[in-house]
């Protein structure tokens, strides 16, 4: 594969890091070019899961790994995600079931953050592994939500920091081909929504990442590896 590069890329820049599949991916392409991963802690019950892997890839790669903590977000916001929310569904990804674990505007809350950190470290990009799979339920990783972000934070910053999305119109099975190119170790990433030791193999997100790797999937799970 060649070196991947942003269509307009200027400089150093930030990437908004969680040590899931498609952040590491996206980690694993762009690594030359980012100065800084941040990664966020909002209550969810599975950060704890995923915090200390996406720390663990960073330290590998070498890249700044930094942690926001943001409590209001479980204090205050309603969603089964967070640990003030309700059991996570297990069942695979419908409307409702999806409906039941959207944490309101997380996207445009950590954009919003990062912007900040990037003009303030004198950055020039964020970058956000947002995909095509998510348009349906996820208002904030809709083409629109991103273009309108962009504007945004380009209006907003005085030395006029991008947001570059390049998964937007990927779906996740091609983002997973993309890891696997790239050599990414995939065991050495996070999606369960739970947060136990183990994937428990019947969440919805757990379901997605099935299908995502499919054929080469190195994932333990709890309850097998049937879809």
């Not at 990037?118 to 947002?130: D, G, H, Q, V």
């Not at 996740?172 to 696997?180: D, E, V, W």
Request: aromatic content about 8%; hydrophobic content about 35%; charged content about 25%.
């Amino acid at each position: 594969m060649k070196p991947f590069s942003f269509p307009n890329q200027r400089g150093r820049g930030l990437l908004i890091y969680s040590g899931g599949m498609d952040s590491t991916t996206l980690l694993h392409e762009c690594r030359s070019t980012i100065a800084l991963c941040l990664s966020f802690d909002y209550g969810a019950k599975h950060n704890g899961r995923e915090l200390h892997i996406a720390a663990k890839n960073c330290d590998q790669l070498g890249v700044s790994h930094e942690i926001v903590t943001l409590p209001f977000v479980s204090e205050i916001f309603r969603s089964d995600l967070l640990i003030s929310g309700g059991p996570i569904p297990e069942r695979d990804y419908d409307i409702e079931t999806l409906k039941r674990t959207v944490v309101p505007f997380r996207n445009g809350i950590m954009l919003s953050i990062a912007a900040g950190v990037a003009e303030s470290r004198e950055l020039n990009f964020i970058t956000i592994a947002n995909h095509g799979s998510d348009h349906e339920i996820y208002p904030d990783c809709r083409p629109s939500f991103i273009e309108s972000m962009h504007r945004a934070i380009w209006e907003g910053s005085a030395q006029k920091v991008a947001l570059l999305a390049p998964y937007t119109h990927l779906d996740k099975r091609a983002i997973a081909l993309r890891g696997k190119e790239l050599g990414v170790d995939f065991a050495q990433t996070w999606s369960c929504y739970k947060g136990a030791l183990e994937h428990c193999g019947v969440c919805g997100t757990c379901r997605e990442r099935k299908r995502a790797l499919e054929g080469f999937d190195p994932t333990p799970y709890a309850e097998g590896d049937s879809l």
